[in-house]
């Protein structure tokens, strides 16, 4: 009887030692709201590494605000067994934008713990335009194949990835690199072609051969003026020659010949007549 007795108590406080064990677990696991209510020891942010070591390594290399703004236990509320919903909701600090009443943050943003790294899926253009608005409005307003294209297709990958032009376009000639593309063609508006007065003639070669060889050619002035001293900011932009030149005649010479080109030929290549006695009338 004295046996069984003691047999039946060491029952007791082997269940007692096991819920006791469990109690100090739930100590150690609790956050500071659960644990300061409860009177438990509570969860330091210093304490997570010490079994999560991946996530704390991704938010120390690409966290962004999530590593300078937030801690682990601003995000995470307490852990299981205490709490067993630790994950929270990206509207619990996201909110006040379009972006962030977007449905499927992780289907972009695939790791918290690094929320700038991350790859789009195909064919994505309405989420990115609750943040780029302005680079929509150029590309319908310029109509052209990439108003058709979508962002996904020239930003894939990484955001915020810029692709290079040459990925997809042959550059007008070898003198044009990726670094020139910008200087005429804005991506978001690529034909309303605009350039600034620092562009070299060569470039403008590329497709105006004939012009830019006659104008290499010439032993007139015209031959040391840029390309884009004349034809400003704006393609196909042609000067008059009085824009430069004014009425440097009589006024006899210009009511009798009101086109410069009746006797100077073309800017590219002044007085050089083809047909002789040219251009007397």
């Not at 934008?97 to 499927?104: C, I, M, N, Y």
């Not at 497709?207 to 003026?225: G, N, R």
């Not at 080109?261 to 047909?275: K, V, Y």
């Amino acid at each position: 009887m004295e046996r069984r007795t003691e047999m039946v108590l060491k029952g007791k406080m082997a269940r007692f030692v096991g819920f006791g064990c469990l109690v100090i677990a739930g100590m150690c696991v609790a956050s500071p709201q659960s644990a300061s209510a409860a009177g438990m020891a509570a969860l330091e942010n210093t304490d997570c590494v010490k079994c999560h070591a991946n996530a704390p390594k991704d938010v120390e290399a690409a966290g962004g605000k999530h590593k300078t703004e937030v801690t682990c236990m601003d995000c995470h509320d307490g852990h299981p067994p205490n709490v067993k919903e630790i994950i929270p909701a990206c509207s619990k600090c996201h909110e006040g934008t379009p972006h962030f009443k977007l449905d499927g943050c992780l289907s972009c943003h695939a790791n918290p713990h690094a929320p700038l790294n991350f790859k789009f899926a195909d064919d994505i253009t309405a989420p990115c335009l609750t943040c780029h608005t302005e680079q929509k409005e150029k590309l319908d307003a310029n109509v052209s194949v990439h108003t058709e294209l979508a962002c996904s297709f020239c930003h894939a990958e990484t955001h915020p990835m810029v692709p290079e032009c040459l990925n997809c376009h042959e550059s007008h000639s070898a003198d044009i690199v990726q670094a020139d593309c910008n200087r005429c063609h804005e991506a978001h508006k690529p034909l309303a072609v605009a350039y600034g007065d620092d562009v070299p003639g060569l470039q403008c070669a590329a497709c105006h051969d004939s012009a830019y060889a006659l104008l290499q050619s010439s032993p007139a002035k015209h031959h040391d003026v840029a390309c884009v001293t004349c034809h400003q900011a704006e393609h196909k932009m042609v000067p008059q020659c009085e824009d430069c030149h004014g009425t440097p005649h009589p006024e006899g010479i210009h009511s009798k010949f009101p086109k410069c080109g009746d006797c100077h030929s073309i800017a590219h290549d002044l007085n050089n007549w083809s047909e002789k006695g040219k251009p007397v009338k």
